[in-house]
């Protein structure tokens, strides 16, 4: 696999100052500030599902980017041991402690609104892509409950990938979860929408090449992964990783066909 300097991939920035947490979910992000002056949402190592939920976002956010879908920019967020000692929250505190290092943070959208689907329109071949997208990468978040979708600017944000990548919680038979159908995909938000799959999934098969993937999963550090002690290196992982998404890319018809059953069983 092609081999990236991680630093390099990325932007990095320092957290100056904890501002509030965005009690979202389980894993209590953050909105903090950053030694270049910009705010971010801060994604936490120390939370809910560790490590794998930043190498999750990373690469689903990444590979959302590079199919052209608006996602706000992800930089690698230091913190610095001493970060946080002032903090009157216990749980924050803890949260804080455990989190001391390399974490992930996306640039905030101020002002965004949260997508609403009975409110704000999608043109099905959007929709489509999207669809599509969450069953290539199996995230499980983006449903009505919580769509993980933003209107900024008048167009439409993917946020929160921390929950794809479902096979790397357990490691074992990655293969028979990289030909799963994706059932859940009867969930999304979007599937009512979701009208050009056939289309969509001839595009997307075209525009990634084995050495793209590669070059997004290389992104992720290699501390991240070998926090989880899964695999003897952290280059063993991401070829796991790479040859996932592969497999499912080259056997898209198993996921493309379950949304299409999914579809049309709520029409």
Partial sequence: MHETNFHDSLRQVNVTRYVMPLREGGSLPALAEADD????????????????????????????????????????ANLDAAFG????????????????????ALHFLSKAMTFDPGASKVDDYLASRIVWFDAWIT???????????????????LIDHGASFLFHHSWENWEKHALSPFATIKDHVLLPKATELEKVDKEMKTMFTPELIDEVVAMVPEEWILASRDTETAEEAREVYASFLRMRLENSEVFLNEANHARKALI
């Fill in 37 to 76: 002056g910009f705010n971010y949402v801060l994604k936490f190592k120390g939370a809910g599902q560790r490590e794998k939920a930043l190498i999750a976002e990373l690469i689903g956010g990444e590979l959302a980017r590079r199919l052209g879908f608006k996602v706000p920019e992800i930089v690698f």
């Fill in 139 to 157: 995230n499980v978040d983006r449903t009505f409950r919580n769509t993980n979708l933003l209107i900024w600017n008048k167009e439409l944000w």
């Fill in 85 to 104: 000692n002032s903090e009157g929250d216990e749980e924050i505190q803890d949260l804080l402690k455990s989190s001391q290092g390399l974490n992930l």
